[in-house]
């Protein structure tokens, strides 16, 4: 089935077709973020141009924030300004397609069990750390597919520790997304710097050691929490901060293997899917809307 679907970002929408995991075409344009019937109309614009070139048979659109997939509602936004927004609804009476609405992690979480890294395990956690951090859990063999599951960036894992954006202290995005670690080095050296370019100067420059540290191991405590709720056989790490590959992982295995006592180590690999992720997993949720499930 080909499907037409979008990865609605905090300032960027992918917009992409997509047929058994294989992104067949794709542009990027920037979210109208505050403005929902302008991002309604882009989305639908858009099947309907897919709909001219492709035989599209459903849609999906995935967005960030608090999601409930069951009535198709997009309940909270904190970086785009939104509550209680039918998306669900809208794309599926816009298109007259079967559609859904998911979350961007969520979406991620079954484009690595169904095609990527998690394919094949009946228990594993896809855990995205990018600007925000948040995972999606699978459990006997099925991503679980709920609001609010899996939205661990604001567990706390520093008591007192840095402020969160939504209105926390101590939460794991606000010490080891690449944002806070972004922040954190400027705000220890005076210099900006990228998590990105960060990861390169550790073995060069103390104070980026250090920040990398300090995410390394809440990163570590988030994973620990995870595994004591929900043990995996696996964990993924996707979003920006995968990139880093080794310079991350190495160390992760490291403080989530001297953490976790009696609880179930995990297996810990990146993710098969980079930015393309969020549409492939899209995908996957217009596909289950079409067969009902």
Known sequence: ??????DVGGTDTKLGVVEDA???SSTTVPTPVGDVTALRRLVADFVA????DHRIGATAMVVPG????ATGVA???ENLHWSEVPFGRWLAADTGLPAALGHDV????????RHGAARGHAHAAVVVVGTGIAASLIEDGRVINRAGVGEIGHSVVQEGGPSCVRGGRGCLEAIASAAAIGRTYTARTGRVASAAEISTRIDTDPDAAAVWDRAVQALAAGIGQLQSLLPSELVV????????GEVLFAPLRDAVERRLTMQRIPRIVGARF?????MIGAAELARDAAKGR
């Open 1 to 6: 089935m080909i499907t037409a679907v979008a």
């Open 237 to 244: 790490i996707g979003g920006g901060l995968s990139l880093a």
């Open 75 to 77: 309940v909270h936004s």
């Open 22 to 24: 294989e992104l067949l």
């Open 66 to 69: 608090i999601v409930d997939p």
């Open 274 to 278: 980079g930015a393309t992720a969020g």
């Open 49 to 52: 141009s897919a709909r001219t």
């Open 106 to 113: 969520t979406a991620a979480g079954y484009a690595e069990h």
